[in-house]
């Protein structure tokens, strides 16, 4: 078992940045992928971005491309999602996720763990 804890969500304008972390526990962190998805009210769950077990690759969905950046630290068991130039429609509770695959798809199934999320709010 993996367990994941998201924190750094909160409110901010549009045009701000928020950093979020993912904190893991359980298993050895440095065996996962890790992944970000996000969901807004009404919405499905979709990808965020995600990155490979060393850090060496990183994936990201069109709409955050250039905005937000993944990265993590093995040693800290952290993950971490940069997000800049921040705009409403980002508003959503943000999940990370860690999953056994060396590259997992972009889909919710390719994940094994999920952490509880956190809200992100971005006035206009």
């Known amino acids: 078992q993996v367990q994941l804890v998201e924190s750094g969500g909160g409110l901010v304008q549009a045009g701000g940045s928020l950093r979020l972390s993912c904190a893991a526990s359980?298993?050895?962190?440095?065996?996962?992928?890790m992944g970000w998805f996000r969901q807004a009210p009404g919405k499905e769950r979709e990808f965020v971005g995600s990155?490979?077990?060393?850090?060496?690759?990183?994936y990201y969905a069109d709409s955050v491309k250039g905005r937000f950046t993944i990265s993590r630290d093995n040693a800290k068991n952290t993950v971490y999602l940069q997000m800049n130039s921040l705009k409403p429609e980002d508003t959503a509770v943000y999940y990370c996720?860690?999953?056994?695959?060396?590259?997992?798809?972009?889909?919710?199934?390719?994940?094994?763990?999920w952490g509880q999320g956190t809200q992100v709010t971005v006035s206009s």
């Open positions: 990155i490979t077990k060393t850090g060496g690759n990183t």
């Open positions: 996720a860690a999953s056994q695959k060396w590259v997992p798809p972009p889909l919710r199934d390719a994940y094994d763990y």
């Open positions: 359980g298993r050895t962190f440095s065996n996962y992928a």
